[in-house]
């Protein structure tokens, strides 16, 4: 177990303010949020309603598994993240939609298809190490930066199975930029403004929205034409007969995945890393497992799932650090969840970021132990005490994806470099789409 300052990046507010709200909403959740079940947010009445925060594993498994069909996706969540993923995709969409897209989804993701994807994963990290090797070992790298580089290209060849011109530094750019329109949409929800109102960088953020559809409509397009098959997923959505989704249908969902597909896991692997630059320890016991199992030869997927450390420390990473700091709901009536009153006006959230930092939950939960994690001990702790993926019928379509993807891109980065912290670097957390950093996490990273 390892303590360190700044895994509590930021002390939490007795009252709200608006300062914390544009800063780092995460400000506004109480004190009470890491010991109590439940708490409030008031809101600026008749604009912002109150909205309801939960922590507490039975609340949210009666919310997201028992009743699930009690809510829907809330109405914040919705208005804010459709400026960026198309409402045809699943994540938006309710009810039979819903059902039928997931199942039509469900095959390409199956576990078998993954591992068969452990190759690509391993082939994008290498990129990275060759990319690392030729840099200056002694300048400080972002490796926020570098994740998402790795985890786009994952996307790139698992996903899409790109071929021919792609101008992935144009794509990357674009769609970090348009992750800007988020905050400014959830403002415009909060305070029932029309989504067309303009805001700072509006026209830019409308140009490069048309360039990613557009970009993510030829490849499909350049797919259905190539008439090959490959591991790729896109390749895994294209039936050869019987019903299919329709273009509007795959190109959403395949925007969804270039969007939070790359996004989370890129944010989950540079906290990963910045907190095995603090634990040494647990760094080179993470690459004495790797060298163990795979010795000299590539992660397979015949080794991939024997990486059990490897696959704590990134799920230790996600407690400390959850790509998602909280999850969205909305009743379809007025209801009682527990002993709270709830009217369906008002949205609920599973609180992750509260959640996984518990006081009655987890031991010393501000420190990093990827022990947690290991199998007995995580079969004997409640199963909605940690989602970062989500839980019930919604959980993340791509969660074993990320996982596998996560694993091998972790495992042969650090048997190869050692990673670092920066001197008098200082974490400041600037959630929005992602938990990410401010700034970055600047590490300094050596070839072994």
């Known amino acids: 177990m390892f303590h360190d300052p700044d895994f509590t990046p930021f002390a939490p507010n007795e009252r709200p303010s608006w300062r914390s709200a544009k800063r780092n909403f995460l400000e506004n959740w109480p004190p009470a949020a890491y010991r109590e079940h439940y708490f409030t947010l008031e809101g600026v009445w008749p604009f912002v309603g109150r909205t309801h925060y939960l922590a507490d594993p039975e609340l949210i498994e009666d919310m997201l598994i028992t009743r699930a069909d009690s809510f829907t996706r809330d109405f914040i969540t919705v208005g804010a993240l459709s400026s960026v993923i198309n409402r045809d995709a699943l994540f938006f969409v309710e009810g039979a939609d819903w059902k039928w897209q997931r199942r039509a989804l469900a095959p ?8 068969a994807l452990t190759p690509t994963f391993v082939d994008c990290a290498k990129a990275q190490a060759d990319a690392w090797r030729a840099s200056p070992q002694a300048a400080p790298i972002d490796v926020t930066n570098a994740m998402s580089n790795v985890t786009f290209a994952v996307i790139e060849n698992a996903v899409l199975g790109v071929t021919g011109a792609f101008d992935r530094g144009k794509f990357v750019a674009a769609l970090q930029e348009s992750f800007a329109a988020i905050s400014w949409s959830r403002i415009f929800t909060l305070f029932r403004l029309p989504t067309w109102l303009p805001f700072p960088g509006a026209s830019k953020i409308n140009r490069d929205m048309r360039y990613l559809y557009d970009e993510t409509a030829r490849l499909l397009a350049s797919r259905r034409a190539s008439g ?3 591991q790729a997923i896109i390749d895994r959505l294209l039936p050869e007969s019987g019903r299919s989704m329709t273009d509007a249908e795959l190109i959403a969902n395949l925007y969804g995945f270039l969007v939070a597909g790359h996004e989370t896991s890129a944010v989950a692997l540079g906290w990963s890393l910045w907190l095995l630059a603090k634990d040494q320890a647990s760094q080179e016991r993470l690459r004495d497992e790797a060298r163990a199992i795979a010795g000299d ?7 991939i799932e024997k990486l059990q450390f490897t696959k704590q420390v990134i799920q230790e990473s996600m407690r400390l650090f959850p790509p998602a700091a909280a999850i ?23 609180a992750l970021w509260a959640l996984h930092r518990h006081e009655k939950l987890w031991d010393a939960p501000n420190a990093f132990d990827p022990d947690r ?5 995580a079969k004997a702790r409640h199963r909605c005490a940690y989602m970062p993926f989500g839980a019930g019928p919604r959980i993340c ?5 990320a996982m596998l993807e996560m694993i091998a891109i972790l495992a042969t980065l650090v048997r190869e470099f050692r990673f ?13 789409f992602t938990t990410r950093p401010k700034g970055g996490l600047p590490l300094i990273v050596e070839k072994i």
């Open 420 to 432: 670092t912290p920066v001197p008098g670097h200082h974490l400041e957390l600037a959630p929005d």
């Open 397 to 401: 379509i791509g969660m074993g994806f």
């Open 297 to 303: 030869a590539d992660i397979s997927a015949d080794t």
């Open 373 to 377: 994690f290991a199998p007995e001990k």
């Open 228 to 230: 090959g098959q490959t």
């Open 108 to 115: 390409a993701f199956r576990h078998e298809n993954l591992l």
């Open 328 to 350: 969205g709901r909305q009743p379809r009536e007025d209801m009682t969840l527990g002993p709270h009153k709830i009217s369906k006006n008002e949205p609920v959230y599973a």
